[in-house]
């Protein structure tokens, strides 16, 4: 074949031998395609498939780690929970709302051919600095593609987290969550099994959007824009909202072998991974197809990334059933296959051959790469970055320009898009708390669930980075009264192929696998992007922590908000650490530096139990992580929402280190006269240190009294700062 053609198809040479190995002699064009999407690094993972086996993916309550299209977890009562981040960044970079909303639809179907109803979304994003007007098109983009496709399909965002950074400027990060709830009966897995059982194809007819898309997704994002808005596809959330319900109509037909997304790459990599999980072969018959024109080549229909699609294996006589049952839903279902004996995934056209592959070696059969790795330069030196606190500004001044940052800011303006009650069971809408919590209709039990993650950490320190990512998410649930049981990762990073990359990442999963081991909840799904990066900038090395975890019984369940007047403010944690990388630095200094905190994984497990031992002994009334803008703006966090209330704190230290520093092992919690004995008593007894800091008031004021200065401040302003700041940086 030209060598140019084998070039465009992204094939490096011991690539291409491979294939000519794999198939014993030269592949036509349709099957180099083929193997173009199957082989891409977005599909294959084959810089990133022996680093992830790192991970540690089983436990109690794990049902299905990786390898299919979602983890899944048991609850209790039968109840199960699949959940999985994927990232849409490219999409999303060249075609904002179309990006972000097709980046919905596929995580949904990734959770619906699971078996399960879909029932949340949290999203994790990145973009540059928000004073940059095509940032600020990005942004608005992105939010506004969510909203529209999650909206309109019911299923509700409920949390999510948005930072600004330079290195983000040119390739935002747009990462999506989904959860969906079932019983243990619906479980289904992407399979394909049973010589002659057929292959139904459902959802839209297949046209030319997204060709080349999973190919896309693994390569630079270097070059015009424009030239690469043909492999974005479009949604229809309209109709993605008939196939949900019409799936979890037919996953109850016992004649329901397997199902799968057609995400990346479409029919030219779904079929032969569900076969391969079988360990049988299957044939398409291309003229089948549903196609919106018929002038589509086998190459176009084969590679198309139409949205809202599936793929069914069902039971030889049954497909009627099926047909019957989508098209009641108005949707176009069709038998364009067969399962097979011989091993192969081949394409046919009637009574000719299009093509044929050996399963095993399309699925499995690309080259591991082998990377190079090395130590970036710049970190040992910003690590020891000197850091001189300056009397330039009073601490005044200071507090108001941290909460004015759009990364400390409330992210109202985001969430306010999203309809984050539908169905009826969120239980803290979002700024309320420091996770989400659904109950489950008719049980006494909920789950709580967070996305997490701090790029600026690991581009310090990847491997405390990776730690502190699985950490951070796992005390937001505690905060929330919640046992964390499972993660799902979303790994974001640059050019592999460059050394300093790929031991980043290395570091990242290093640190992930040590965290998630130390505190035992498994990894069990996961996406890694690579390639995110242009000419000019590459992205900070961004690990996204989605977590779930079990509350029960629901009324264990705190939020972040203080009660009444009187009650104490307490800081149950370490009492010092380091603060590189903190926001503090960055909005006060201009500077991303400094040492990042080493996460203690003995004292962090010892403090979420023994902050989940308070809460579940009903002795603290509410609880908030200390994380981005440090301990001053965690406190001005739990009176956010309590407009009656004011707050007067005395302590000894007065340093910009001590209020804003972001180190790690920290909640402030809240409880009242009557539980005070108690709670000071399981502090002392299990050897976590804390400081009283002081009491909620009456009055309106945030009171600050140390080493005899005074600082006053109404915190009605502090909540129009903070609440308008990025809505100020985009209107």
Known sequence: MDKEVVKRHGFTDDEYNKILEILGREPNLLELGIFSTQWSEHCSYKSSKKLLKELPNEGKNVLQGPGENAGVVALKNGYILAFKVESHNHPSAVEPFHGAATGIGGIVRDILSMGVRPIALMDSLRFGELRDPHVVHLFDGVVSGISFYGNCIGVPCIGGEVYFDEPYGENCLVNVCCAGIGREGDLKTGIAKGKGNKLILVGSKTGREGIHGATFASDALEGSKQEKRPSVQIGDPFYEKLLIEAILEVRKFKEL????????????????????????????????????????????????????????????????????????????????????????????????????????????????????????????????????????????????????????????????????????????????????????????????????????????????????????????????????????????????????????????????????????????????????????????????????????????????TVKMPGDYINLVGKLEGNVGGSEYLKVLYGLVGGEVDVLDLDFEKKLQQVVLKLIKSKLIKSAHDVSEGGLLTAIFEKFLLAERLGVLIEIDVCSERFLFGEWQSRFVVSYGVAERPQVIEILKKEGVPYIELGLCTSGREFILNTNNKSFEWDLRELRAIYNGAIESLVS
């Open 257 to 560: 072998i397997g199902m799968q997304d057609l995400g990346a790459g479409g029919l030219s990599t779904t079929p032969a991974e569900m076969a391969e999980r079988g360990g049988v072969g299957i044939e398409i018959d291309i003229g089948k197809i549903p196609v919106k024109s018929i002038e589509m080549t086998p190459y176009e229909i084969m590679l198309s990334e139409t949205q809202e699609r599936a793929l069914l294996c069902v039971k030889d006589g049954s497909e009627k059933k099926f047909i019957d049952l989508f098209k009641k839903w108005g949707l176009e279902a069709e038998v364009i296959g067969k399962v097979i004996e011989k091993r192969v995934f081949r394409v046919v056209k009637g009574m000719d051959m299009l093509a044929e592959i050996p399963v095993e070696g399309l699925v499995n059969g690309v080259p591991q790469k082998v990377m190079g790795s090395r130590e970036p330069a710049y970190i040992s030196k910003l690590r020891t970055l000197q850091i001189k606190e300056s009397n330039r500004e009073d601490l005044n001044t200071s507090f108001k320009r941290i909460l004015a940052s759009p990364n400390i800011a409330s992210k109202k303006w985001v969430y306010e898009q999203y309809d984050y009650t539908v169905r009826g069971d969120t239980v803290f809408v979002p700024g309320f708390s420091d996770a989400a919590i659904l109950r489950i209709k008719g049980e006494d039990f909920g789950v709580a669930m967070t996305i997490d993650g701090n790029g600026r950490l690991c581009y310090l320190n990847p491997y405390e980075g990776g730690k502190i990512a699985v950490a951070e998410a796992a005390r937001n649930l505690v905060a929330v009264g919640a046992d964390p049981i499972a993660v799902t990762d979303g790994l974001n990073f640059g050019n592999p192929e460059i050394p300093e990359v790929y031991w980043s990442f290395e570091k990242v999963i290093e640190g992930i696998s040590e965290s998630a081991r130390g505190l035992d909840i498994p990894v069990i799904s996961g996406n890694v992007s690579f390639y995110n990066e242009t000419e000019t900038l590459r992205i900070f090395p961004t690990p996204i922590i989605g977590m779930v975890g079990i509350i029960d019984p629901l009324e264990y369940a705190v939020d972040m």
